[in-house]
């Protein structure tokens, strides 16, 4: 029996997303590898809402970096999607004078009125002088 390169790959492709998906199901950690259910355990974001973020749009968050400097950002914008009603989607979009761009990552955020938070942060373009960074969020509210 020949097989194709193609067709070893999908076969291999689908194999290894069929042993995702059930490792997902069953929320266990095997072989090291962390699964989505578990990492949720230790990082929770559920608790962050686009109705926390919105009365202080326009206020400065504190990012630190993994080298540990601090930047000063800006939450200019709150942007909430309404793609289903099971599911709270917005984009939180934080703006740095910095002229470094950081990489895409998870930093710890901090806001006197919030507390500190780890988030996932995207650099996109900027309108304006500097940086825009920004945050994506999907929760599933059932």
Known sequence: MQISRRQLLHFSGLTMG?????????????????????????????????????????????????????ISVTLIEVEEYDYSPKMETFNLVFHSQERETLEQGTYRVSHSKLGEMNLFMVPSPSKRSGQDYVVTTNHYIG
């Not at 042993?19 to 259910?37: D, E, I, K, P």
């Not at 109705?51 to 540990?68: A, I, V």
Request: hydrophobic share 40%.
């Open 18 to 70: 069929s042993f995702a998906v059930s490792l997902f199901a069953q929320g266990y950690r095997a072989s090291g590898v962390a699964t989505a259910r578990s990492l949720i355990r230790k990082s929770d974001s559920s608790h962050i809402k686009a109705k926390m973020f919105q009365p202080l749009t326009g206020e400065g968050f504190k990012l630190q970096t993994s080298d540990g400097q601090a």
